[in-house]
């Protein structure tokens, strides 16, 4: 038995493990995906689940360096959906059985913007029967506001920490209280405390990030207890500070490689969670999301952004879908997960079997 496989015949994985899977190579790997697809099979089943994502707005108040809708990038086009256009994505969500939607938006925080968030959240829980399961994903809040959006029927919040790493957290942010590495895990925390299933994740591939870095994130979100998951790899976007350092990443292929390793090695570590199979991956791959649904992911995303505003939500190059309708994602996704084996959950919110457990333990 070589190393690998003795790693993957252990009970539990300790930080040495995790870094040896992390360079395991092409033969090594394909048993570690193995391995992760057993997990899930056996802990969430091989069924994925759908949130029907709504890219609200893509006007965002931070400067991320490495995002393509940040403030400081004037060659964005900016939008905003109409709460007509919400509800309606809302509606089609239902309609086709989606069970689930999620909402996305560049950070905003303002009584305005909180009140628009409760009012939406209000129209779509009594047009659509209160059946949706609703995530949203809007950045750092208060918990005030936090807490008023799951009273409204909000159960899910999608906070990526980015990197775990302070150090490295601070080369991809401005040195500024509105870009602060404890003020993020502090919102985390919050969202814990109201309720929410949470959810967080990393970016892969980063300039200085370092194999160490992305063991440590794996056992960081461990140890936070996180719900939800979803992580995909980092895509230089010209219009970024961050693209200066393009010559010193590692080539797409084995970004790639690398963000399918975490999601496998993060299935075998966190058994219940939800894990998303990233767009970004099929930025890459043409068949990233089912190769990540291969490896223990059991959630994607299906855009159903109205068509005319998909190409200015723009977080990185090669963005996948920004020419398709609503329903050509809709008959893409079901054709591309039916080869993987698997079957989606229609009419199932598929929520955390994590968070149950987290909440049934008290
Ligand atoms: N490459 C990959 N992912 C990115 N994100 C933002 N910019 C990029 C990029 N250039 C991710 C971040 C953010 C999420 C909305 O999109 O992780 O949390
Ligand atoms: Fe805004 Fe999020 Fe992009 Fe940062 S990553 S600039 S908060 S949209
Ligand atoms: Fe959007 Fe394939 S998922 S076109």
């Not at 086709?96 to 009012?119: C, H, M």
């Not at 080539?251 to 075998?268: C, G």
Request: with cysteine; charged share 25%.
């Amino acid at each position: 038995m070589n190393v690998i496989e003795g790693i993957l015949q252990k009970d539990g994985l300790a930080r040495q493990d995790i870094i040896l899977l992390l360079q395991a190579n092409a033969d090594e790997r394909n048993k570690l995906y193995a391995k992760a697809a057993e997990v899930k099979e056996k802990y969430v089943g091989r069924k994925v689940y759908f949130r029907g994502l709504i890219e609200m707005s893509n006007i965002c108040s931070k400067n991320c360096f490495y995002c393509g809708i940040r403030a400081g990038n004037f060659n964005t086009h900016r939008y905003n959906l109409s709460d007509d256009e919400v509800v309606e994505a809302a509606r089609y969500a239902w309609d086709n059985k989606y069970a689930s939607l999620a909402i996305q938006t560049g950070e905003v925080s303002n009584r305005a913007f909180t009140e628009r968030i409760s009012n939406l959240l209000n129209r779509i829980h009594s047009e659509t029967n209160g059946e949706l399961g609703i995530t949203l994903s809007m950045g750092e809040q208060t918990e005030e506001t936090y807490k008023k959006w799951f009273e409204c029927g909000a159960s899910r919040y999608l906070l990526r920490i980015e990197s775990t790493n302070r150090d490295l957290y601070a080369k991809l942010h401005p040195n500024n209280k509105a870009h602060d590495f404890d003020k993020r895990v502090e919102c985390l925390n919050a969202l814990k405390r109201v309720g929410y299933q949470v959810g967080t994740g990393v970016m892969i591939g980063l300039p200085f990030q370092t194999i160490e870095n992305l063991a440590d994130d794996l056992l960081w979100i461990q140890k936070m207890d996180i719900d939800m998951v979803g992580m995909g790899p980092y895509i230089e976007h010209p219009d970024t500070p961050l693209y200066k350092f393009k010559d010193m990443l590692l080539p797409m292929e084995e970004r790639f490689n690398l963000a399918l390793k975490m999601i496998a090695i993060l299935r075998i570590l966190m058994k219940d969670i939800n894990i998303a199979a990233p767009t970004a991956l099929q930025a890459i791959d043409k068949l990233g999301r089912e190769k990540g649904i291969k490896v223990g992911a059991n959630v994607v995303m299906p855009n159903i952004t109205p068509g005319l505003y998909r190409n200015d939500y723009k977080l990185y190059d090669n963005k996948p879908c920004v020419d398709d309708a609503v329903d050509d994602c809709k008959n893409c996704l079901e054709a591309r997960i039916q080869l993987t084996g698997d079957t989606i959950g229609y009419g199932e919110q598929g929520n955390s079997k994590h968070y149950a457990n987290r909440m049934s333990k008290g």
